[in-house]
């Protein structure tokens, strides 16, 4: 499960900003994830719980914004959004020349602190 050492990564990159910051733990945690990633928000979260126990993140939520696949055909133009993980043909004209420029996201947003 690749889920948990992509949450171990969020870990420390979060606990980095907690040190020196003069705060001690962690109430949420907010990610963007795109779902071309493949990344399984379920698994993820299972992760999160499995992993803060003993941490500063122990009481924290995890809060997970999914980006749907978007792009353009380069065939007809057309802009495309889908909650589909795997884009392999233009909704609108069924061409396969596309320019995939959303739902690849993998990024910590935001954390609150107290």
Do not use: N, W
Request: hydrophobic fraction near 40%; charged fraction near 25%; include cysteine.
């Amino acid at each position: 499960m690749h889920e948990a050492s992509i949450m171990q990564s969020v870990f420390e990159i979060a606990l980095g900003k907690l040190e020196g910051s003069g705060y001690e733990r962690v109430d949420s945690i907010s990610l963007r994830i795109g779902r071309a990633t493949g990344v399984v928000s379920d698994a993820l979260k299972f992760a999160f719980e499995a992993l803060k126990p003993g941490t500063p993140f122990y009481g924290a939520a995890l809060v997970i914004d999914e980006v749907p696949v978007g792009g353009v055909c380069l065939s007809c133009g057309e802009d495309f959004s889908t909650d589909e993980r795997f884009v392999f043909q233009c909704p609108a004209c069924a061409g396969s020349r596309l320019d995939i420029t959303r739902g690849r996201e993998l990024d910590l947003t935001g954390m609150e602190v107290s």
